[in-house]
């Protein structure tokens, strides 16, 4: 018996047990397509120049200088923000195809229009997700509005780069994400102003938009 | 002929391959018993686990049965007879005049029994009193008649026996009254006759209490009695009725109907009627025993629920010592008006008919019921000596006597004739603090069953983590044989032990005999199951399998839902707001699943993805050649991007409308607005959509079906006439429903009695879908068909409809039979939920199908997801009042086992018995059937369950476990208990379903009936 055991310890085992026989086969292709080692286009990383400080300001005036959290003012401010974010830090940063491409000032601003249009799908979304269906329906598309313009620069990087959406869907994640969590603190019963409805989600999108802009370039 | 030839010709395979064929069934028919006892076993285990931790929370109260005697000392009675009214639900803003312009005025409710106030109001020589009357809670009648005749607090495990009654052993008044030979005459609610017939003189009237249906019966009855019996009769001292019209109208409609207005003029002119024909000798006394929340229903303690109505009078002038004129402000609702407490009761009634105060009482009399400071302070030194008696008896001992203590003494140093007003203030200081410590006494929990209740769950999760998911199922087929003869034995052996032990040794206090037997049935069990499992691998390997189980991207974000929903239990507003948030994450998985199909990334494969593969050489019976049949491995096409995204689109949709029916709890408040309220239950475009639904329901089953085209031979006629049929039948009986709540005359020919055309419908519809259409199932119908393209018979050609799905669309007969019986038992908007949910299972087991991840751990959870959100779109919520208690009786009048527990349980766990079941097929849908041996596919089928029983056990320990870490809260038995109620109730029903009803019943008999079609 014993003698059985030890031979049995002694075997390596490399399969991983699963009642299909083709698993081990699938570890090979792991990385086919590793030969080109930059994708085409690409946003450099350099943390200074892409870190979004007007999203830390913008949050810091709406959390802590505005009084009534409002979500109307801070929206006039985002766009022009996100703007200049786009001419002055993020398309300096944006490689396509081993050069840097100076801003293309009409499709800004065709971006602008597209952005706001990305609004309504941006609001069927929110709905869907379990936002009010009747009522609250002008806070719900402000919250919209926010999520479109947090994420205007990736738009026009979109636009710039023949629809490649897939190179650039992580900045739009990114925001969807953080008002996915953001949304933990509407339940609790704190009774405060800023649990109503779209404050935390606002919030959350920044935090998320702003994680991402920071990091998106490293992943 | 040639037909059958052909099917030979395709079915039949060499004899060597027969064999074979059949020695794997012969073992799977093996393996499927033990698999069942395996389960079976780890079910008893839970089921142990969840008996130990109930029985250590749910506490009940130790009662005494002394009687207080009648001494030397006691009052004089004021009164020789009394009557005493109980209106059940008469909430207290019923009965107070409110001003019409009022934004909480209500027309169907408010100002219709004004009658007591107006005698209050216009009172002149104090000879009325209305009070407001604050019942504790839980707020069920039972309870509540308890704690009016006992004086004493009815604990939380009472509840449960609502619907049996037993007589109430211990001191009350009128047990006392019994004792001095008084007469209590009673008619109304049977409730009081179970529980206290020996008191109750032969005359009385008691009347079926619990069918809600039956608005009058009970409230006619009452009133011929009293008319009969008040004036003429003299042979009674007391006179007691309870009348339920206005409960069961609450109950049936909710308060805001107009039923209300009616049922409450009836009560307003009975009680004028009553005020007029009292005699000069005789208390009144009008009381609601609890009051109703905004849906009608009752039973928890919102404030809505426990406010309700006392009045006393009589014809004898100057009875009444008012306070100052502020206590009665009836401004606002009464939300200032003088409350006292329902334990009050009977102390009061006891002094006033010159009774001793029965010995369990802890309330205090009632401050305007003494005329002078003589007589108030006679009244509290009787009320204190019986507290101090029945302290000293009980042996009460809390860390607030050093408080008590004291006060005992300077009562008893104080004379009530120099001092009273000192003397009846120390009193009611003293009761209070008394009656605080009681309460904490009686929330004691018993901690060691608690903790061997948790602990015991938590060692069945790791078990069913093990065996169902950790250990591969090819290994567990192994396996399986072995456990059990392992686990009876040391079941045996635990148990000899054991009691051998508890024999030698000293019984630990916390079991007895029988709770001993079951400790050692669950340790063997656990002992039983580790002795095989550790035979074959080591901690360190089950470990690192788990973190391999655990290493894809699916299974880590089934893993996150999982997660957030048992910390939901860690904070009551999260609780409160499940319903919202399980819907969210149901959402998120359908948003996750539409970004697979639209963007499709590079995911590594996952490590369990497969269905399996065949190989070259072996080719299959269908005719499929090996590269489609392979095509798993390949990425998705085109196509099957488009139809993934459409199901994904439709879950999404589909869970949000799913998401607006809702019948919101209470603590909500302003932020939900209730969809499910009889109202919208019997509204005419409600009832407009349950008739599309009998056409749309099953044309989106054939889609399904049809994209597999397996909406062949059964499948039409399962669907097409009996689905159909039932939903039209199902329709007739809810829209005569509708028609009663919206008050049309139903006028149908040779019909005089609806009420008996109605539960012959439900009798039919019941019986259908749950024995016969369930008969019809066992014969197996198959939904393929043979599809001969060439006449000539030599050729072969030929293909089979519906081969790939061979397994799942005749499996999902079974779940439609099912689904056929629940919807009966729903209201119509709860219907429309199950349509949605049928819809929504069907897509999620489309998409896991696309995806390839059969055997990944999503696919259970997003069924359990789907089960809990649907829970709550049907009307319930996880508290007690919001159990639909009517649906009982739609089978029987009266309340007849099994009939009325089929009702409810189908009505509550509809959704999580649905997915119970249907969790088979994320397994068994698209599956042909040549492809995995029926051994490896009962394997997968157990694998999935399991991980369905593991998601609700985890919510059931982490509901445990909250629950006690909350004992102390403030919401605790609202929030937290029913919840972990709720939690251990779905676990044992899906525990049952998923053992006996998918693995014993529809898999074995699925897998064997097919594999004998194509290989005997």
Known sequence: MSTKKRARKTVKKTVSFSDDTTLTTYQNHEKKNADHDRPPVYVRKTPLMNFPYHLVMLLYYYIFLSSDFNTVKLLSLLIPAQISYLVLQFNKCTVYGNKIIKINYPLALICLGVTFLLSFPAMLLTILFGAPLMDLLWETWLLSLHFAFLAYPAVYAVFNCDFKVGLWKKYFIFIVVGGWISCIVIPLDWDRDWQNWPIPIVVGGYLGALVGYTIGAYI | ?1016
């Open chain 2, 1 to 1016: 002929m040639d037909e059958k030839t052909i099917k030979k010709s395709i079915l039949s395979s060499s004899n060597d391959e027969k064999i074979i064929y059949k020695s794997r069934i012969k073992k799977f028919q093996k393996n499927h018993k033990f698999y069942i006892i395996l389960l079976i076993f780890i079910a008893v285990l839970q089921f142990i686990s969840i008996a130990f931790f109930t029985r250590g929370f749910l506490l009940s109260r130790h009662v005494l049965d002394n009687i207080s005697a009648l001494n030397e000392t006691s009052i004089p009675p004021r009164f020789n007879k009394a009557v005493v009214l109980v209106v059940d639900a008469l909430r207290f803003d019923f009965v107070i005049p409110v001003n019409e312009s009022s934004s909480n005025h209500n027309l169907n409710y408010h100002n219709n029994i004004l009658s007591l106030y107006d005698s209050f109001a216009n009172d002149e020589d104090a000879s009325s009193l209305l009070l407001k009357f604050i019942a504790d809670p839980p707020t069920t009648t039972l309870q509540r008649l308890k704690g009016l005749t006992t004086g004493s607090l009815p604990t939380f495990i009472d509840a449960g026996s609502n619907f049996d009654g037993t007589v109430i052993e211990e001191d009350n008044l009128l047990k006392q009254l019994h004792l001095v030979n008084k007469t209590v005459k009673f008619a109304g609610d049977d409730t009081w006759m179970a529980l206290f017939h020996p008191f109750l003189s032969n005359d009385s009237f008691p009347l079926e209490s619990l069918n809600v249906w039956d608005l009058d019966t009970v409230d006619n009855g009452v009133m011929d009695y009293f008319h009969d019996h008040l004036q003429q009769d003299k042979e009674w001292d007391v006179m007691i009725g309870h009348m339920l019209g206005i409960d069961h109208v609450g109950h049936k409609y909710g308060p805001n109907h107009f039923t209300m207005k009616e049922k409450q003029f009836q009560v307003d002119q009975f009680i004028a009627w009553i005020l007029k024909s009292i005699d000069d000798d005789t208390l009144l006394v009008i009381l609601g025993d609890h009051g109703m929340d905004h849906t009608g229903n009752h039973g928890g303690d919102s404030i809505d629920e426990l406010e309700s109505t006392l009045f006393l009078y009589s014809k004898k002038p100057n009875m009444w010592n008012f306070k100052d004129a502020s206590n009665y402000n009836i401004t606002n609702l009464g939300c200032d008006y003088r409350s006292v407490r329902q334990i009050d009761l009977v102390s009061s009634l006891s002094l006033l008919l010159g009774q001793p105060i029965p010995f369990n009482n802890l309330g205090w009399p009632i401050d305007e019921i003494a005329r002078n400071d003589v007589e108030r302070s006679q009244f509290v030194s009787s009320a204190i000596n019986q507290l101090q008696l029945y302290k000293d008896t009980m042996q009460i001992h809390h860390s607030s006597d050093e408080i008590l203590g004291p006060l005992a003494e300077s009562i008893s140093n104080i004379k009530p004739t120099s001092n009273p007003e000192e003397f009846v203030e120390l009193g009611r200081k003293y009761q209070k603090v008394f009656l605080q410590i009681c309460e904490e006494l009686w929330a004691k929990f018993d901690y060691y069953s608690i903790a061997t209740g948790i602990i015991l769950l938590t060692i069945s999760l790791i078990l069913l983590i093990s065996i169902t998911k950790l250990i591969p199922s090819i290994v567990l087929n192994q396996m399986v044989p072995e456990f059990v003869p392992g686990i009876i034995i040391m079941v045996l052996v635990a148990n000899l032990c054991f009691h051998g032990i508890f024999y030698v040794y000293q019984q630990p206090t916390f079991v007895d005999q029988f709770w001993g037997t079951l400790l050692a049935t669950a340790v063997g069990i656990i002992i039983g199951c580790y002795i095989t499992i550790f035979d074959r691998y080591n901690f360190i390997w089950i470990a690192m399998r788990l973190g391999e189980t655990l290493a894809d991207y699916w299974s880590r974000i089934a893993v996150m839902f999982m997660i957030v929903h048992a910390l939901l239990f860690t904070s009551n507003s999260f609780t409160i707001w499940e319903d919202r948030i399980v819907a969210f994450l149901l959402s998120s998985f359908g948003m996750l699943t539409l970004y697979e199909f639209v963007f499709l990334p590079k995911r590594q494969s996952t490590t369990a993805l497969l269905t399996a593969t065949i190989s070259e050489k072996e080719g299959t019976t269908s005719g499929v050649n090996s590269s489609t049949a392979n095509s798993n491995y390949l990425p998705l096409t085109r196509f099957a991007r488009l139809l993934g995204g459409y199901h994904s689109a439709v879950l999404i949709i589909f869970t949000r409308l799913a998401s607006m029916i809702t019948i919101c709890r209470e603590e909500q408040g302003e932020y939900c607005i209730p969809t499910f309220n009889n109202q919208n239950n019997s509204a005419w475009w409600v009832m407009g959509l349950c008739f599309l639904m009998i056409f749309i329901l099953p044309a989106c089953i054939t889609g399904y079906y049809n994209l597999t085209s397996s909406y062949q031979a059964a499948a039409p006629i399962w669907i097409n006439v009996f689905l159909k049929g039932i939903l039209g039948l199902n329709f007739v009986y809810w829209s005569l429903t509708s028609l009663e709540n919206n008050n049309a005359t139903i006028a149908i020919p040779f019909l005089n009695d609806v009420s008996i055309f109605k539960f012959t419908l439900a009798r039919i519809i019941a019986g259908f879908s749950l024995v016969a259409s369930n008969v019809g199932w066992l014969m197996g119908p198959l939904c393929i068909k043979l599809n001969v393209h060439n006449t000539d018979v030599k050729s072969h050609e030929a293909t089979i409809l519906g081969y790939t799905n061979i397994y799942g669309s005749e499996f999902f007969l079974l779940v439609i039979n099912v689904l056929m019986s629940i919807l009966l038992f729903n209201k119509p908007l709860a219907q429309l939920s199950y349509f949605l949910m049928c819809n929504q299972l069907l897509s999620i087991l489309e998409i896991i199908d696309l995806l390839k991840l059969k055997e990944n751990i999503i696919g259970p959870i997003a069924l359990g997801l789907l089960a809990y959100q649907h829970f709550f779109t049907t009307g319930h919520q996880a508290t007690i009042p919001s159990v639909q208690w009517d649906i009982g009786f739609m089978l029987s009048e009266k309340i007849t086992f099994p009939f009325t527990h089929i009702a409810i349980i189908l009505n509550t766990f509809g959704p999580h018995i649905l997915v119970s079941l249907s969790v088979a097929l994320l397994t068994l849908w698209s599956q042909p059937p040549d492809v995995l041996k029926p051994q490896t596919l009962l394997g997968r089928i157990v694998s999935n369950c399991g991980i369905l029983l593991i998601y609700n056990t985890i919510l059931c320990l982490s509901s445990f476990i909250w629950v006690t870490h909350f004992r102390r809260h403030l919401m605790v038995w609202k929030i937290f208990c029913p919840r972990f109620i709720f939690a251990a109730l779905s676990l044992i029903v899906t525990q049952l379903v998923v053992t006996f009803g998918t693995i014993a019943f529809a898999s074995g008999r699925l897998i064997k009936h097919i594999n004998d079609i194509f290989w005997k």
